[in-house]
């Protein structure tokens, strides 16, 4: 699985880690996804509670029908607004166009028709811990966003 990530940083170092974590996340969800694993440390590590628990029904999800995830996922439009100095949201849209689920066993991909549902807005809540890792709390996303189009 490829991912990329734009705009990465944004010259602020608050709102830049922000956007990190973000990523990590992310890259931790799918490796989750591929590695079939609910609990992965690496997702736990970017995610707490409700967003913990939304990250690990997800990844549950593709193991229940024997998927994971392939090919390129594009994150566009990353913006982050500071709440306070533990408390963050983040806006951003998905371009799944060339990203695909794959059947495990056989190899056959899904999803590889392009439609408006190809695109995904995102918008996500998120909490600096004690250690300084900005968790993932809360999730939300609607496919086929206006917003995120090409």
Request: net charge neutral; proline share 3%.
């Amino acid at each position: 699985m490829k991912l990329t990530f734009t705009p990465e940083e944004t010259g602020d170092p608050v709102k830049d880690a922000i956007l990190r974590d973000n990523a990590e996340f992310i890259r931790a969800l799918d490796a989750a996804i591929v590695a079939q694993n609910p609990r992965l440390p690496a997702l736990e590590f970017y995610t707490e509670g409700e967003g913990a628990a939304a990250a690990e029904k997800w990844v549950q999800q593709f193991k229940d029908v024997g998927w994971t995830v392939t090919g390129t996922v594009r994150f566009f439009n990353r913006a982050v607004k500071v709440k306070s100095q533990t408390g963050a949201a983040i806006g951003y849209c998905g371009d799944e166009s060339k990203g695909y689920s794959k059947v495990i066993k056989t190899n056959e991909l899904k999803g590889t028709e392009v439609t408006k549902d190809s695109y995904v807005a995102y918008n996500v809540q998120v909490s600096k811990n004690k250690q300084g890792v900005w968790e993932l709390v809360k999730i939300t996303s609607t496919r086929g966003a206006e917003g995120c189009q090409p």
